[in-house]
């Protein structure tokens, strides 16, 4: 075997790189614009501390509204981008090989933080401790996901590197918010 030949993808890896198509990217959009709107109802429904008298400008839902107004703003552009280039009259893409095992690492990634979110958090765990979990939990799952043979065994070194991981930025974000943004941790 030449120095070339070992350089060529094989049948099994995806593609380096995937078709952009205008459909897709409709989809995108309609996914982004969605989430947009979620975020949005879910900062206007937050509490605003009026009773406290906390100024308007630092009230707990003003950042996320702004970022799920971003979202829809910047979906709204997307689904025009697309329309104009012809999204209602292209064909779908065929699915790929890979589209299952791609679909299978957003699964797996939204159950993670979905554990985070609705399990770990606010459930009598210090925040520092569920971050850690969560960390090293992902950083391992989706180590043994790899597709990377070499990686697929998960070696004591794998576990230590993973806590070491989950813990130091735990810390570091508990000690971050509380202490430069004066944000009480759960």
């Not at 989430?35 to 501390?49: H, P």
């Not at 065929?94 to 979905?114: F, K, N, Q, Y």
């Not at 958090?121 to 043979?149: C, E, K, N």
Request: hydrophobic share 45%; glycine share 8%.
């Amino acid at each position: 075997m030449s120095e070339h030949d070992t350089a060529l993808p094989s049948a099994e890896e995806p593609p380096a790189e995937e078709a952009i198509t205008q459909r897709g990217d409709l989809k995108d959009a309609a996914f982004w614009i969605a989430l947009g709107v979620a975020i949005l109802i879910g900062s206007l429904t937050m509490d605003r501390l009026e009773a406290q008298h906390i100024n308007p400008y630092t009230v707990p839902g003003l950042l996320p509204g702004l970022l799920g107004l971003a979202m829809i703003v910047l979906g709204g552009i997307l689904v025009l981008r697309s329309l104009r280039r012809g999204a209602r009259h292209s064909e779908p893409t065929p699915r790929s090989a890979h589209d299952s095992e791609r679909w299978r690492r957003i699964w797996v990634v939204t159950g993670l933080c979905l554990g985070y979110g609705v399990v770990l958090i606010g459930h009598g765990l210090p925040f520092w401790l569920a971050s850690t979990i969560y960390v090293a939990a992902s950083i391992l799952v989706m180590q043994r996901m790899s597709r990377d043979s070499d990686q697929h065994s998960l070696t004591p070194r794998a576990w230590i590197m993973a806590l070491v991981i989950g813990l130091t930025s735990s810390v570091v974000t508990h000690l971050v918010f509380q202490e430069f943004f004066l944000v009480r941790m759960p």
